[in-house]
């Protein structure tokens, strides 16, 4: 089978926990990946609410170095440009790419974004849960949108095809994302608050706008936004969460964005390893090969084609 995940925090943890993108223990190993070509993945250098300024800059260095470091004479692909991703699809390989979760890491500068870039950056979720120059997460009570500093922040990542990525978002700073940006943007790890009506997930509404915008949204696997009872959660809620976006006329625009190795993820699920189980369990549940292609690879490979 064919995977493009739009997130996850491998690396992160790999970094923080001085260990390795080789790691089984994680729920993302490269090792785990025989039975998945190609696979593209979207490694996220998460910058928790607590680090500002020269802390999160730092730990965006320190993760960049160990990806290096870690890729460095392998196979693995780091995709820079369209071509990168194209090499890696024809031969059935691996591929990178690289992507930030938190706002914090510009540390209230816009020529930090042209350095993102610099760093092959393609994509940045604009908060996390708390409030950072940028503006506010879904956990800030009585959140407001994006601040003054957002709104350029966004433009210039446009003009540096840095995807806008709205998982984490408040709702007020989705609406301003929405109202300003000119390209299309993401929801990387977001699932539908239909199904389950946690704070982290996407309203119908959101989806459509998503949607209409020629967006990605990618299906999260933490079992907190998975279902009422998170305990309960398995791996068949991923699919009635991607059943009821597809309702919607979502697609061209349901994705992968499991969120492995940053959350809890369902109990019949260890990790990377489980997601040719759960490509059949997609087709077993009468979804034509086709569309199961598009949720697992196509989608978002044609979105950062045009992105790139």
Excluded at 65 to 78: A, C, M, P
């Amino acid at each position: 089978m064919r995977l493009f995940d739009l997130h996850c925090d491998t690396l992160y943890r790999a970094f923080t926990e001085n260990s390795t993108l080789f790691n089984d223990d994680f729920h993302i190993s490269f090792n785990k990946a025989s039975r998945i070509t190609p696979y593209i993945q979207c490694l996220a250098v998460w910058i928790p609410d607590e680090y500002r300024g020269d802390n999160a800059v730092k730990l965006f260095c320190g993760c960049v170095k160990k990806l290096e470091e870690q890729i460095n004479g392998t196979d693995i692909v780091r995709c820079r440009i369209e071509d990168d991703l194209r090499r890696v699809k024809e031969s059935n390989g691996k591929g990178i790419v690289l992507t930030v979760e938190g706002g914090a890491v510009l540390d209230g500068k816009l020529e930090n974004i042209a350095k993102l870039k610099s760093e092959g950056v393609k994509m940045m979720t604009l908060t996390w849960n708390g409030t950072n120059e940028l503006g506010d997460g879904v956990g800030v009570e009585n959140a407001g949108g994006l601040t003054e500093f957002g709104r350029r922040a966004v433009k210039e990542m446009e003009k540096n095809n840095i995807v806008v990525d709205i998982s984490h978002a408040s709702e007020k700073m989705f609406y301003d994302v929405a109202q300003i940006t000119e390209k299309p943007f993401a929801a990387s790890h977001s699932d539908s608050k239909e199904v389950c009506p946690h704070r982290r997930n996407l309203t119908d509404e959101q989806f459509n706008v998503i949607k209409q915008r020629g967006g990605i949204v990618g299906l999260n696997f933490c079992r907190d936004f998975l279902n009422k009872t998170a305990t309960n959660a398995k791996m068949y809620d991923i699919i009635r969460n991607a059943e009821h976006f597809l309702s919607l006329g979502g697609e061209k625009t349901v994705a992968i964005g499991g969120d492995f190795d940053g959350a809890d993820i369902p109990c019949d699920m260890k990790g990377l390893e489980a997601m040719p189980d759960l490509y059949e369990m997609f087709l077993h549940h009468n979804y034509s090969e086709s569309l199961v292609e598009d949720i697992f690879f196509n989608n978002a490979f044609r979105f950062f084609q045009k992105s790139f």
